[in-house]
């Protein structure tokens, strides 16, 4: 089983840029169907973006729709979220998740997921 740990969280300023990466343990990455979630204080956790085991389908949280890009590098077994133009209501922890699946799908959906990495805070001062 696939083990995750994500990085590049911090503090930015509103409209700031930052890239998370979420690395993955194992030989088998491209069996694995990747997501992006995010948990604010005292609400549910909640979607932001997926990549199918290939790369070749993503989806989006409508909220973050043209400014946040998924992306994922097979060989670095890495899986990417550059986040663009940041507003303060982008804080939270953010998770990447994997699924091992046989189809190219970009799952939307938490209890699609397998495997939870610890997460990174994404902090968006105003």
């Known amino acids: 089983q696939v083990q995750l740990a994500e990085s590049g969280g911090g503090l930015v300023q509103a409209g700031g840029s930052l890239r998370l990466s979420c690395a993955a343990s194992g030989r088998t990455f491209g069996r694995y169907a990747m997501g992006w979630f995010r948990q604010a204080a005292g609400k549910e956790r909640e979607f932001v973006a997926a990549?199918?085991?290939?790369?070749?389908?993503?989806d989006y949280a409508v909220s973050v729709k043209g400014r946040f890009t998924v992306s994922r590098d097979i060989a670095k077994n890495t899986v990417y979220l550059q986040m663009n133009t940041l507003k303060p209501e982008a804080t939270a922890v953010y998770y990447c998740?994997?699924?091992?699946?046989?189809?190219?799908?970009?799952?939307?959906?938490?209890?699609?997921?397998?495997?939870w990495g610890q997460g990174t805070q994404v902090t968006i001062s105003s």
């Open positions: 998740a994997a699924k091992s699946t046989s189809y190219e799908y970009a799952y939307a959906y938490a209890r699609a997921y397998d495997t």
């Open positions: 990549i199918s085991r290939s790369g070749g389908n993503t």
